[in-house]
């Protein structure tokens, strides 16, 4: 049986587990510790390792979805977990006090992986008055010379998670 | 255009004469093409009519099962290749894809693409424009950097660009009346200070671009944005905010198709089977914008092809079934 895997990866709170919740038809497993340090104020739970779900196809086919540990400190488990992947969603906290710089993180340590395969960007809490308009993650992207979808969502909608998804998929398929 | 190539287009007609001819079309089919061909006599800046025996074809219609089954190579000459339906792409052979049944736009909008190129190479036909202005042809005439009040009917919409939202009262909340009402029934006049401040409070509000956006789809009625024609190579210098935007499963697949490099409208339509007339208004709702690059075509052709390797469709078409996604266009 053959498998395929998609990576959702992001700073730590920006709801890379709940949207594998989403759609995963299995309960995602996620490998939680409580949170510490600059996360204590936000989330009584991180995740250190991963979070996994499952989609399988009409031909048997495991579509593997994978959340990577959103703290810097376990970076090196990022390539090992991209290995394989179909393409990468990043999912930015708007909250978070330099969501910019998370993207640039993010862009830059799966720069290779993004190349090969594709990426879309999503922007959680959108609407946080202290976090930037959706217009600079695009003017930011224009200055480095990269076209990629960046769209604001809704991570605890479905529909939203799936039209994530959408995108990809049509990015990885036509671009 | 590209050199080799079986079509080209008519840049270098003598005259605005446009010679239509079908083959393998159904009987009905035929019918409604030339049921619409009649109507748009004198609404475009050509005059199309059904060859005759022996005429040069300048648009030549070519059913898409005739295209997939037969041998394109052996089609008989033609300026412009029209594949009508949708079916795999033929081959070797560049056409523009006309969705089945054919709509009275989409031939509208193909017509007046061919013509906007037409009158590149010769001199321009002069006639009226009678289809009725929109919001998007008064925004077009605007400054919208300034912030504007929108009065339509009994109700009143204004932007502020300054904050890059629009307000509106809540009983117009979806923006469609106001993007396809007749530019007669719209009034546009500055905004004041005073009175934004007054609808931040009081009004519901949205992001702009979706304004900017409902406003160019619904008002651009399929025709493409000046001066792009049918073969301009266009590309994305960004990417909409579809997460803001009234969502359509066409709009990723063509985002998709221009994000990495420049793809002409004919080429977009005949690689997605996207109706141009759709196409048509996703790109002139990405120029409102600001989203679209115009290339240069001998730059574009260098560039055509340099994607990722091929994708393996049918697992991304397994992948959207089993998510529910629905099928893309081109599958």
């Known amino acids: 049986m053959s498998e395929i895997k998609l990576i959702f990866t992001g700073p730590p709170g920006a709801g890379k ?6 759609i995963s038809e299995i309960p995602p497993v996620s490998t939680d510790v409580d949170a510490t340090d600059e996360l204590l104020s936000s989330k009584d739970h991180t995740t250190a390792a991963m979070d996994f779900g499952e989609v399988t196809l009409d031909d048997g086919t495991k579509l593997r979805l994978y959340g990577t540990p959103g703290q810097r400190r376990f970076a090196h488990m990022w390539q090992i977990l991209v290995q394989g992947g179909l393409g990468l969603i990043i999912l930015l906290d708007n909250s978070r006090p330099a969501p910019l710089d998370d993207l640039e993180i993010y862009l830059d340590n799966f720069a290779d992986f993004i190349e090969r395969t594709g990426v879309v960007i ?3 809490r959108a609407d946080h008055p202290d976090g930037p308009p959706i217009e600079d993650f695009q003017d930011y992207l224009e200055q480095r010379g990269l076209v990629y979808p960046v769209l604001t969502a809704d991570i605890r909608r479905e529909t939203d998670v799936l039209m994530l998804l959408n995108v990809l998929l049509s990015n990885l398929e036509f671009a | 255009m590209r050199p080799g190539r079986q079509t080209r287009m008519i840049t270098d007609a003598p005259d605005t004469t446009l010679t239509i001819a079908f083959l393998g079309l159904p009987a009905r089919d035929r019918q409604l093409f030339e049921s619409f061909l009649g109507i748009l006599e004198g609404r475009v800046n050509l005059h199309p009519r059904i060859c005759k025996p022996g005429e040069p074809v300048d648009v030549l219609v070519v059913d898409a099962d005739v295209l997939a089954t037969g041998t394109p190579q ?7 290749l029209v594949c009508y339906g949708d079916g795999p792409s033929p081959g070797g052979v560049e056409c523009v894809t006309l969705a089945r049944p054919v709509r009275f736009w989409d031939l509208q909008t193909l017509l007046a693409s061919l013509s906007g190129t037409q009158e590149q190479g010769s001199k321009p036909v002069a006639k009226p424009d009678t289809r009725p202005g929109r919001l998007y042809d008064l925004l077009s005439d605007r400054d919208r950097s300034a912030a504007l009040t929108i009065d339509f009917r009994e109700f009143t919409l204004m932007t502020d660009p300054g904050r890059n939202r629009y307000y509106f009262p809540t009983r117009l ?3 469609e009346p106001i993007c396809r009402a007749p530019a007669s029934e719209l009034q546009i006049r500055p905004a004041t200070a005073a ?3 007054n609808a931040a409070r009081t009004l519901q509000s949205g992001p702009l671009v979706r304004l900017w956006w409902e406003a160019a ?3 651009s009625q399929g025709k493409l944005p000046a001066p792009v024609t049918i073969e301009t190579p266009v590309s994305l210098r960004r990417w909409p905010d579809l ?3 009234r969502f359509r499963d066409h709009y990723p697949l063509l985002c998709a198709q221009i994000a990495r490099r420049p793809v002409s409208p004919a080429a977009i339509s005949q690689r997605t089977n996207v109706a141009i007339s759709d196409v048509a208004a996703f790109l002139s709702a990405c ?3 600001g989203y679209l690059n115009i290339e240069d075509a001998r730059a574009a052709h260098a560039r055509d092809g340099a994607g990722r390797k091929p994708a393996d469709k049918g697992l991304f078409s397994r992948i959207r079934r089993r998510l529910g996604l629905g099928s893309t266009a081109a599958n």
């Open chain 2, 74 to 80: 052996r089609l008989p000459p033609a300026r412009t």
């Open chain 2, 287 to 289: 120029m409102f914008c």
């Open chain 2, 195 to 197: 009175g934004l401040g």
């Open chain 1, 17 to 22: 587990t709940t949207a594998i919740g989403a």
């Open chain 2, 173 to 175: 909340v979806d923006l």
């Open chain 2, 243 to 245: 997460g803001v935007l």
């Open chain 2, 217 to 219: 789809i619904s008002g």
């Open chain 1, 122 to 124: 999503a922007v959680t």
